[in-house]
């Protein structure tokens, strides 16, 4: 599965982004999804992630209440909706798609990555 990601951009702090990540083949919508990012000088950290059927999402404590993930099986594409952004939201951002169909917060069950866009929040 090839995945692609975009949408990032430069927004002023209090903005909104939505991310979007398209897989290559159908059997995306077999595959739990995730959104991960990376800081400068930080380590790649899980932002949400939702189940095959979307039924089921996680996310990390600073997304809860400003980001929702969801997806499109007929499209391929998983969003990112990214409100009331901060500076410290500022990083690369991933689409993975999980080897399991569940909303999985294990990095290691994460099997295909998306080459990464880039999100620059402005004080």
């Known amino acids: 599965v090839q995945l692609q990601a975009s949408g990032g951009g430069l927004v002023q702090a209090g903005g909104s982004l939505r991310l979007s990540c398209t897989a290559s083949?159908?059997?995306?919508?077999?595959?739990?999804m995730g959104w991960f990012r990376q800081a400068p000088g930080k380590e790649r950290e899980l932002v949400a992630a939702?189940?095959?059927?979307?039924?089921?999402?996680r996310y990390v404590d600073f997304a809860k209440g400003r980001f929702t993930i969801s997806r499109d099986n007929a499209r391929n594409t998983v969003y990112l909706q990214m409100n009331s952004l901060k500076p410290e939201d500022t990083a690369v951002y991933y689409c993975?798609?999980?080897?399991?169909?569940?909303?999985?917060?294990?990095?290691?069950?994460?099997?295909?990555w998306g080459q990464g866009t880039l999100v620059t929040v402005s004080s």
């Open positions: 993975a798609a999980s080897r399991t169909a569940y909303s999985t917060s294990r990095y290691s069950d994460y099997r295909y």
């Open positions: 083949r159908r059997t995306f919508s077999n595959n739990g």
């Open positions: 939702i189940s095959w059927n979307g039924d089921m999402t």
